[in-house]
């Protein structure tokens, strides 16, 4: 009898309290994000709205953690039929995932990536939408938008689950889910006031505070190993796959940001050092599905292609006249649908380019194409709906005296000496 097998067998206690540790730690890592995504959203828009960023990041935890303990949870790891659950609160019963941790426990680590996937969301409403119909959104998406998606992808009885689709730790459930929502409610709330000019250029408006952002995408840089390696759910037995997700998950990102940084170099004559923080996000994005199932050499190659990716994507979005301040659907939305193709291609077991044939690359393509279009059309539905009944925009004088001194009478840098 194995090592393992014996502590399993004559201690289990021990290790559910290693994997307690494990999980709970990775949880907390993921759940500091939000402070990642404050910091990188708050320096990508202009001074006088930078609270509402704040503002809208404090919704995302707050609104979004009520909505998924009171329905969410029991929507993803309910009893599913293939496509839902209906469960409420933090059920007892055995979820079927084979947990060495409570179901308390793991629930927190999914409340992470949750509120994760609606903070995607509101970096690209920023500067401009509504903070209460903002609060009603993030509610509805935490109650029952990604909650849906979790149960297909990753409940044990979910119709994605049981094609063999593989999305590790959300490349497709988190991100692109998030992203194309996004997508969505930029198409439906529009641009800024003064960003495309009436034959159609572009008029840049910077963020205000470029370092803080940088700090932002450090703070979710740090997180990605909370992200990623807590997927596990468990560290007993699990040490090699640990490492792997997490040389992968490093691999890519710094992949990312070298390509993004040569590419703006060689396009633009200097190296963009915000597209860059983008590039290395980007490459994290794209691995997250696949860090479990492919190699250092092709998490390199899948890093690469991301840091490229973005910056195309972010100069198509906007000749599209699509309003995004931070970048939020092509760093997520964009990287999240190739990282989920990009397991289908790379993955050293059932692979495109390891002679494992189209099959799983049909599997993925299927389910990131469901999964986003999910994610669209039911934002857009709903942001319809808000936007005939509650309102979803800021008024132009709003807009343009900026939100931080109408709504909430603070400015994020006083002037008081």
Known sequence: MSTLSTITVEQPQLINAIDTIWVAICGAIIFFMEGGFALLEAGFVRSKNAMSIIAKVIIDITFGGIAFYLIGFGIAYGNSNGWFAFDTGITTKDLGLGLTVSNKLFWFIQLGFAIAAISIVSGAVAERMKIWSYAIYVFIFCAVMYPLVANWVWNPNGWLALRGFNDFAGSAAVHAMGGFSALAAAIVLGPRIGKYRKNGEVNAIPGHNLPLAAIGAFILWFGWFGFNPGSTLGAVGNWELIGTVATNTFLASAAGGISTMFYTYFRYGQIDITMTINGVLAGLVAITAGCNV??????????????????????????????????????????????????????????LFFGGGTAMLATQALGVLVIGAFGFVFTFILMKIMQKTVGIRISKVEESAGIDAVSFGVEAYSTFE
């Not at 390199?300 to 990716?309: T, Y």
């Not at 994507?313 to 939305?333: E, R």
């Open 294 to 351: 492919v190699g250092p050499n092709a998490a390199i190659i899948i890093g690469l292609i991301a840091g490229v990716l973005v910056d195309i994507a972010v100069l198509y979005i906007d000749k599209l006249k699509i309003d995004d301040p931070v970048g939020a659907i092509a760093v997520h939305g964009v990287n999240g649908f190739f990282g989920a193709l990009a397991v289908g291609l790379f993955a050293t077991d059932g692979g």
